[in-house]
């Protein structure tokens, strides 16, 4: 059942992750992105990673989709009818994307051994099975995050309020 529900899943996200690319409206590829980031949070739940499953729904799906679509709305973009890309552009871009993805896929086997295992992938495994016994999974995510990488999250935070304060100062009408 798990394999079913991780395809299904899997279809859904690649399904609204093409429907953003190829949506002529900015809502309707807002409304695609949720579907897709709504559909990894699924495939976080199967992999038991309950908290990320959480932040991924909540945080992106919920907070920061509605901030875009807020912006969108500002801003008025929603009535723009021109095709942005003309169509032998879209199959060049099909081409190089599927091309990497069977090249990243392809790494992904090369390098293991005659069980099907990366070398050193057992051991490395248990170790975070130890350690996410010992620290639950969200001290796992929370101590790395708020001590290796607090600068970064606090820049992706300014990152997030120096673009909403642009998209209010552009959307604010001019007298």
Known sequence: MTEILFVLFAFVAVGGAI????????????????TTLA?????????????????QVLVYAGAIMVLFLFVIMLLNLGHDYRADLKFGLWSLMALVVSGLTAGILASGFVSLDDNGIRPGGAGVAAELDAALIEKGAAGMIAEPLFTDYVVAFELVGLLLLVAIVAAVVLAKPRT
């Open 39 to 55: 559909a990894v949070g699924g495939i976080y739940i199967l992999f038991e990673a309950h908290f990320l499953a959480a932040i």
């Open 19 to 34: 429907g953003v690319v190829i949506s002529r409206t900015p809502v309707a590829s807002l409304l695609f992105m949720v």
